[in-house]
T-cell receptor
Framework: SQQGEEDPQALSIQEGENATMNCSYK?????LQWYRQNSGRGLVHLIL?????REKHSGRLRVTLDTSKKSSSLLITASRAADTASYFC???????????FGKGTKLSVIP | NAGVTQTPKFQVLKTGQSMTLQCAQD?????MYWYRQDPGMGLRLIYY???????DKGEVPNGYNVSRLNKREFSLRLESAAPSQTSVYFC?????????????FGPGTRLTVT
């Protein structure tokens, strides 16, 4: 399966703390993307990291990719209540076009 | 720019009824997609269109048909709705088909089939 699997399924933290979510996969990939979904809304793209990259930053977001371990992590620093959402990793397998989404991590940030 | 728009936002159908979900994008994107999202299942690809005039099946196409009406519009049709098609449906678009491009999502259509 080319589907990524997020871990943990749910995460609850206090405002100001850092949140880390992980994504593991089983096949070789071209790239990996992270998306956010607020309750009742569509998905919003956060970061795309290519297979030859190890780390990318965007504001308070930091994504790492370890292709040897077939895993990626998303770190949100200094979390805010507005970060409460579900976070999905999506992978594009090597030689494929399709973006395959995992089941997501539900993050709750408590004010 | 409105981005990706979907209509309707909510719909209730009886088993056997038909309906068409509409999707439009104003970003001049070549590729468009239809997904369904069920609790605990993540997003699953129903159909996609690489470019105007082409459509292909995704992971779960049974019970659905699509039309790429023009570059902007991509519709999803349920010919004979079944309770198993109760789900939230998302349309998305991207500059091109390959997964190196981010996808832009619409707000979704929440469909209930009774």
């Amino acid at each position: 399966s080319q589907q990524g699997e997020e871990d943990p399924q749910a995460l609850s933290i206090q405002e100001g703390e850092n949140a880390t979510m992980n994504c593991s996969y089983k096949t070789s990939i071209n790239n990996l993307q992270w998306y956010r979904q607020n309750s009742g809304r569509g998905l919003v793209h956060l970061i795309l990291i290519r297979s030859n990259e190890r780390e990318k930053h965007s504001g308070r977001l930091r994504v790492t990719l370890d292709t040897s371990k077939k895993s990626s992590s998303l770190l949100i620093t200094a979390s805010r209540a507005a970060d409460t959402a579900s976070y999905f990793c999506a992978i594009t397998g090597a030689g494929s076009y399709q973006l395959t989404f995992g089941k997501g991590t539900k993050l709750s940030v408590i004010p | 720019n409105a981005g990706v728009t979907q209509t309707p936002k909510f719909q209730v159908l009886k088993t056997g009824q038909s309906m068409t979900l509409q999707c439009a994008q104003d970003m001049n994107h070549n590729s468009m997609y239809w997904y369904r999202q069920d609790p605990g299942m993540g997003l699953r690809l129903i159909y996609y269109s690489a470019s105007e005039g082409t459509t292909d099946k995704g992971e779960v196409p049974n019970g659905y048909n699509v039309s790429r009406l023009n570059k902007r519009e991509f519709s999803l049709r349920l010919e004979s709705a079944a309770p198993s098609q109760t789900s939230v449906y998302f349309c998305a678009s991207s500059e091109a088909l390959w997964g190196s491009y981010e996808q832009y999502f619409g707000p979704g259509t929440r469909l209930t089939v009774t």
